[in-house]
């Protein structure tokens, strides 16, 4: 039987096992360079007792394959909580979306905001919009542009707008409905995205991660931990580890970064023209930093975002409300998780991080300079790779580089694997391990990394269940698969 090597075992190459070994499958192995499972999805406890992700990760499942692997490993240990989202700006809270609570804004903010909105909408064409920045600006206007879309976007991605494509945006922004906004505004109603439809679950003990630590005893006998990938020789289907290791293998499926797999670890002699498109593409790193506070939690808030300058972080998460085994003492301690992004054009010190997001809490009136006495933890990891950027000329380096590798066996997908954001979320990551097994084992045809989100008025229904033509995958665009995976692909949520 064909030996399949998986590089990762974060969620993709965990999808990518667990489906194997359900299909009967024995002759596989997954690697991870780390000393635990779970890759970017994992969690950890501090020695003070609080338990901390890689970033607040809020799981919004597609897919009832997903819902059956959670619930499997899970049972019924976990919480299900209501999102409650906020943007922290001007002094005050605004709920989230942004756009459908402009009337929380003071009123000179709130005018520009609605005047370049009623402009947007009446003189500008999105469609022709070549890049993320132009589409912020065709769609939400000068006055969202500027007080909220344009910062906040910048501490987020860590790039400028311009940089990167509008494709990624379906469901992630909001895109705004001009009526709803006149009518929030004039009739003074709250729009918020929060609500009984808007639930998420999440491990009651052992934070995200837990899921996926579970999910890895599935597979454990075929997990090979503490074990870096230091070049794979894809003439003679070989993978080189740094001790010296050295496994072959009939088709490789890695979850490590695409620039490094092609730009450092290819040996064999990669073209050039492949070497040099992968190193194209674009990522931003991120400092998390998680601060645990000897205080009863102030606060029934999911997480917040932050678009000023008056702190370090994009967002910030109440990690402590997602279950009440996140600290020590659930009556008496609660927990902030920060998110900093980082890259060449937003650097960061990471030697000074901590105490600038501590000093970025009590800026933005999160924290009161008298709890600093109060903070008995704080918690930092540094994530090299932690947003694919979705630069404008992505989907073309994917699809050079992607139908290469895979003429030569090697399957790159997951996060970092396939660099498509918009598919990057723990189920999707999950997804794609699963349906390229099904791809190879079956025959049947992979629907994430095709999924295209059209940008429409609300933005969230805007799943196209069909393979865009830069799927990335290399295979022929099929006619009428788009649904044939009903029973895997759920419809994006209302
Ligand atoms: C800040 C942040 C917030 C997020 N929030 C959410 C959220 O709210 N909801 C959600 O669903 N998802 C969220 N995600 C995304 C989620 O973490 C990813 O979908 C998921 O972890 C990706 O899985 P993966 O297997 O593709 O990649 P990874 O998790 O990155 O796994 C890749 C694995 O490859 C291994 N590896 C890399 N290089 C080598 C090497 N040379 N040798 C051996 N092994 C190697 C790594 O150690 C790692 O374990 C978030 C991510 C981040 C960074």
Not at 207 to 236: I, K, M, P
Not at 339 to 358: A, L, N
């Amino acid at each position: 039987m064909e030996k399949i090597v998986i590089l990762g075992a974060g969620p993709t190459g965990l999808g990518a096992a667990v489906r194997l070994k359900e299909l009967g499958q024995d002759n596989f192995r997954v690697y991870d360079r780390n000393s635990y499972i779970g890759g970017l999805a994992s969690s950890f406890t501090d020695e003070a007792g609080f338990t901390w992700d890689i970033g607040g990760h809020v799981m919004f499942s597609h897919y009832e394959y997903y819902d059956k692997c959670f619930q499997r490993a899970m049972g019924g240990e976990y919480q299900e909580n209501m999102r409650e989202c906020w943007i922290r700006m001007m002094d005050r809270w605004v709920p989230y979306p942004f756009q459908n609570n402009i009337r929380y804004l003071p009123p000179q903010a709130a005018y520009e905001c609605l005047s370049g909105l009623v402009k947007a909408q009446t003189q500008a064409d999105h469609r022709s919009a070549q890049n993320f920045g132009e589409f912020i600006d065709a769609v939400f206007g000068e006055g969202i542009a500027k007080h909220f879309m344009r910062p906040y976007n910048f501490k987020v991605w860590a790039h400028p707008p311009e940089m990167m494509n509008k494709q990624w945006i379906g469901e992630r922004v909001a895109v705004v409905d001009i009526d709803r906004a006149l009518k929030n505004i004039i009739l003074e109603q709250d729009d918020v995205a929060w609500g009984p439809n808007n639930l998420f679950k999440y491990p009651l003990r052992g934070g995200t991660g837990e899921f996926y630590r579970r999910l890895g005893n599935e597979v454990a006998d075929h997990v090979t931990l503490d074990s870096s990938v230091e070049y794979v020789d894809w003439r003679e289907k070989q993978v080189f580890f740094s001790d010296g290791k050295m496994v072959k293998y009939d088709t490789l499926v890695s979850a490590i970064p695409l620039d490094l797999l092609c730009g450092q670890m290819l040996n064999g002699g990669a073209p050039a023209h492949i070497r040099e498109a992968a190193r194209e593409l674009r990522h931003s790193s991120g400092a998390m930093v998680g601060i645990g506070i000897k205080q009863p939690c102030p606060s029934t808030k999911s997480w917040m975002y932050f678009p000023e300058d008056n702190c370090p972080f994009y967002r910030v998460t109440y990690l402590s409300n997602y279950s009440p085994y996140m600290t020590p003492d659930k009556d008496r301690y609660y927990s902030l998780l920060c998110e900093v992004s980082e890259s060449e054009f937003k650097p960061i010190d990471r030697g000074t991080i901590v105490e600038e997001v501590i000093q970025g809490l009590i800026n933005s009136g999160l924290l009161q300079e008298s709890d600093r006495k109060d903070i008995v933890s704080t918690w930092l990891y540094y994530a090299d790779y932690s947003y694919p950027t979705p630069t404008v000329d992505r989907d073309d380096i994917l699809a050079t580089v992607i139908p290469w590798l895979e003429e030569r066996g090697i399957y790159s997908r997951g996060r970092f694997g396939m660099w498509k954001y918009e598919v990057s979320n723990t189920d999707h990551t999950l997804m794609q391990g699963v349906e390229l097994v099904d791809r190879l084992m079956l025959g049947e045809p992979e629907i994430t990394i095709g999924m295209r989100y059209a940008s429409t008025q609300d933005g969230r229904q805007a799943a196209v269940h069909e393979r865009s033509v830069l799927a990335g995958s290399g295979d022929p665009r099929r006619k009428g698969t788009a649904y044939a995976y009903a029973d895997k692909a759920k419809p994006v949520d209302g």
